[in-house]
């Protein structure tokens, strides 16, 4: 059995480029809120500036890949970006709490033969994640020209690997974990007009060449197919790599059993420009200095529904409050502060257990959506669902017997 947990990584499917006039108009999009600083030229903006100028306007998609994955200027690779000095923080480092909900899932794994895999193309994420993980008295192998760039052994005796892509993960009955991933990949953004939906570019600013701005295609793009007929918003955000992946889960699943678990910012086809920055926690247009900000995208749970095309089940997206309760967390607290007579420690626990439950903070923001093979809910029917058929743990209400 193998445990996936993929973090902040993405999948490279075939870019796909339009051929587009060169009559473009101009349209502005909420992106953050523009720092008073003066907009630096960094490497990532100049390196964007000359791709533009020899291929011409760039779709968001290509664009949020460059900024964040482009092996020699991206974010991801070379940003430390995690923590109070970065630019973010994740639900496991606000509280010791977060991970112990999910300790659960030992007691169904004690009896299975387990790896893990880890799915990640940042170098400095995936330092980070050995240093957590891995046993420092075995030495980790590394293949920088393997599939498994990366290999170890955890500080409790499990096998670990890391890769750069979901195809070279071995296939078996796996349990899939992705936190705050999905949120990262690359969206198409697209307008409504009186002339139909037209796709959203980055442009260079005619008044600034040190500077970008977004437009929209005077005409159709190939990417506009991935709009459903019957969108009634008047901007769609879509992200095709999340569904190959999707495609990808849902037929290791049905094959091979197992299930994944998905958490991250999102909705359920209700929201429309969620397109935001952050640079040092806080927001920051998305345009502004490209490579040295964190860019995301409100994960829309019902186009991932879509994707599963009824290979699998799917519940939720539930949120993040629901679900932790349903998970126990509450118990988990008393358990830990009962436990503690240091006040400090008491008062970080309570601070912590307030931003991932008050709605005010993360309560309401974070989503949990599952993936799991139609049998395993009652009746063995087809179930694409945002209720419980069946007792799924943290989808259901915690009942103490």
Request: charged share 20%.
């Amino acid at each position: 059995m193998s445990v996936l947990w993929r973090v902040r990584s993405r999948l490279r499917p075939p870019a796909q480029r339009a051929v587009i006039p060169f009559l473009w108009k101009v349209k502005y999009f909420s992106s953050g809120k523009e720092s008073a600083e003066s907009n630096p030229v960094t490497p990532m903006l100049r390196h964007l500036t000359y791709k533009i100028k020899a291929t011409g306007p760039i779709t968001v998609a290509e664009y949020m890949k460059e900024v964040l994955t482009n092996p020699a200027k991206g974010y991801y690779v070379h940003q430390d970006m995690i923590g109070e000095r970065g630019d973010f923080i994740t639900s496991p480092e606000i509280s010791q709490i977060f991970g112990e909900v999910f300790s659960q899932l030992g007691s169904v794994l004690e009896n299975c033969d387990i790896s893990v895999h880890l799915v990640e193309v940042s170098h400095k994420l995936s330092e980070i994640q050995a240093l957590t993980l891995a046993d420092e008295t075995v030495a980790l192998q590394h293949d920088a020209e393997s599939p498994v760039y990366m290999k170890g052994i955890t500080k409790s005796g499990i096998p670990i690997s890391w890769y750069r892509n979901l195809q070279d993960v071995p296939q078996g009955y796996s349990f899939y974990l992705a936190h705050e991933f999905f949120d990262a990949l690359p969206v198409h953004k697209f307008q409504k007009t009186p002339q139909g939906w037209r796709e959203v570019f980055v442009d260079i600013d005619p008044q600034d060449s040190d500077k970008l701005r977004f437009v929209l295609a005077p005409s159709s793009t190939p990417a506009e197919t991935f709009i459903q007929p019957t969108e009634t918003r008047d901007h769609v955000e879509v992200c095709p790599d999340a569904g190959v992946i999707i495609q990808i889960l849902s037929e290791r699943i049905e094959d091979s059993g197992g299930a994944a678990l998905i958490a991250d910012y999102g909705h359920d086809g209700t929201k429309t420009d969620t397109l935001r920055g952050f640079y040092g926690h806080k927001l920051h247009d998305v345009l502004t200095a490209p490579g040295t900000a964190d860019l995301t995208a409100d994960v829309d749970f019902s186009y991932l529904r879509r994707m599963t095309q009824g290979k699998v089940a799917s519940l939720g997206p539930i949120q993040q409050y629901n679900f932790l309760k349903n998970m126990g967390i509450d118990v988990r607290l008393k358990v830990l502060l009962d436990n503690s007579s240091d006040t400090a420690t008491r008062q970080q626990l309570i601070r912590g257990y307030d931003m991932l439950m008050n709605p005010k903070n993360m309560g309401e923001r974070f989503n949990f959506f599952a993936l799991l093979p139609h049998h395993r809910l009652s009746g063995g029917s087809t179930c694409q669902s945002k209720s419980l058929p069946s007792l799924v743990a943290g989808f259901g209400e915690l009942v103490w017997k």
